[in-house]
C-alpha cells in the first residue's frame, strides 16, 4: 500500500485551506502529513485494509521520525523548551501548543555556574543551565555570586529582567545566548 495519493491529496487540501481566505490564526496548525496519515487510516471500514494501513503509515512515521523530518515532543519538552527561552523576546510556535492559553512564564530559578566581572564592574553570569546574564544596570554587589548560588531572574520593564542573587543583591540584567 503506497501513501503518495494521501500525500496528494494533504497538498490539494492544504492549497484549499490556504486559498479560503481565513489567517493562520483563526485556524487550528495543521498536522505533519505522516501523523495525519496514521489518524486517516481510522477511517477505513475493512479491518485487513485498516490495519495494512496502520502499518504503512506508522512505519512512514517512524521513517520520517528517525530522519528528523518529524518531531514528536510531549508537553513537558514544551515547558522546558519555554523554560530555556526565559530572557528572550520569543514566541512559541503555534504548533507548539496547540492553540491552547499558554500561561506567562515570567520568573524562572537557576543556579550559578560561573560569574566574571569586566573592567567596568559589571557581572556576566553563566547558569547551569547554560544561559548567560549579563548585568546593564550600575548597581555595584558586594561580592560575585559563586559556583551553587541560587538565582531568581523576573522580567522587570522594557525587555529587561531582574536577577536576584541569593545572599548577595538585586541587578538588572539582559540574556546574552
Not at 536577577?163 to 539582559?174: H, M, P, S, T
Amino acid at each position: 500500500m503506497t501513501l503518495r495519493p494521501a500525500i496528494l491529496g494533504l497538498g490539494l487540501a492544504g492549497g484549499l485551506v490556504l486559498a479560503s481566505g481565513a489567517s493562520a490564526q483563526d485556524r487550528p496548525p495543521e498536522r505533519a502529513g505522516a501523523l495525519k496519515a496514521v489518524v486517516d487510516c481510522r477511517a477505513i471500514q475493512d479491518g485487513t485494509a485498516r490495519l495494512a494501513c496502520y502499518d504503512a503509515a506508522a512505519a512512514a512515521l517512524d521513517a520520517a521520525e528517525a530522519k528528523g523530518d518529524v518531531v514528536v515532543v510531549d508537553r513537558k519538552q514544551v515547558q522546558e523548551a519555554r523554560r530555556a527561552s526565559f530572557g528572550f523576546n520569543f514566541q512559541m510556535p503555534a504548533f507548539m501548543t496547540r492553540g491552547e492559553k499558554v500561561e506567562e512564564l515570567n520568573r524562572i530559578e537557576a543556579t550559578v555556574a560561573s560569574s566574571r566581572q569586566d573592567p567596568h564592574g559589571k557581572w556576566t553570569i553563566k547558569l547551569a543551565d547554560g544561559a548567560v546574564w549579563k548585568q546593564i544596570d550600575t548597581e555595584k554587589l558586594r561580592k560575585g555570586p559563586a559556583p551553587g548560588t541560587k538565582v531568581e531572574i523576573r522580567t522587570a520593564s522594557l525587555g529587561s529582567y531582574f536577577l536576584k542573587i541569593e545572599g548577595i543583591g538585586q541587578i538588572r540584567a539582559k540574556r546574552e545566548n
